[in-house]
């Protein structure tokens, strides 16, 4: 399973963009990297996935440089609602694909 | 939308007892999940199921741990002699098996006194 590291916690203000970057230097060729969050007390929730380029959907943004050695996860103009834990994964796209959490990063917004 | 439902919330059980979390997965999804967080620490897999079988599991997931699908709606996990370092939220989780999308329930508080 390739290990992914980030970093453990990051501060911002309301309105700003988050970038919360990732690195998984032994990337498998056929894994997709995966982004969840989780609030305190709740279960994780899937926010966003991709395999290269840009991905982005309504609620953040991924990119992946060619390489694939890591990745960014982009929230546009966050709020004081968007303080959780943000995990990032990597694994086959697949449901026989146990996800493996690490760590993550614990994103705090101030007013 | 959609949800994975558990029950219940919250548990206390005395150790040594034996406790059954119940779950029941979105109803046209094909992948079945636990996970355990231990207060604190990070989110760790228990086991996966697939057509009425385990698929996978990990070291933590031993002879105490059982899952059974006893009908069409429902999943559970049962721990059969419960021990202190059981104490955790446990979650449960669903997915249509086509990607990692998988959603997780509101979790099961279990604590082992």
């Known amino acids: 399973l390739a290990k992914t590291t980030q970093p453990i916690s990051m501060d911002s203000y309301e309105g700003q963009e988050v970038n919360i970057t990732c690195s998984h230097n032994?990337?498998?060729?056929?894994?997709?990297i995966t982004w969840y969050q989780q609030f305190p007390s709740q279960g994780p929730r899937f926010i966003i996935q991709g395999y290269k380029t840009k991905v982005t959907n309504e609620v953040a943004s991924l990119f992946i440089p060619a390489d694939r050695k890591s990745s960014t996860l982009s929230l546009p103009r966050v709020s004081l609602s968007d303080t959780a834990v943000y995990y990032c994964l990597v694994g086959l796209n697949s449901g026989y694909s146990t996800l493996t959490f690490g760590k993550g990063t614990m994103l705090l917004v101030s007013p | 939308e959609p949800e994975v439902t558990q029950t219940p919330s919250h548990q206390v059980t005395q150790m040594g007892q034996e406790v059954i979390l119940r779950c029941v997965p979105i109803?046209?999804?094909?992948?079945f999940y636990w996970y355990r967080q231990i207060l604190g620490q990070k989110v760790e897999f228990l086991v996966s199921?697939?057509?009425?079988?385990?698929?996978?599991k990990s070291e933590i997931f031993d002879d105490q741990f059982s899952v059974e699908r006893p009908d069409g709606s429902n999943f559970t996990l049962k721990i059969r002699s419960t021990k202190l370092e059981d104490s955790a939220m446990y979650f449960c989780?669903?997915?249509?098996?086509?990607?990692?999308?998988?959603?997780f329930g509101q979790g099961t508080r279990l604590t082992v006194v």
């Open positions: 109803s046209n999804h094909l992948y």
């Open positions: 989780a669903s997915s249509d098996g086509g990607t990692t999308e998988a959603f």
């Open positions: 032994n990337i498998a060729t056929n894994d997709y």
């Open positions: 199921f697939y057509n009425n079988e385990i698929s996978e």
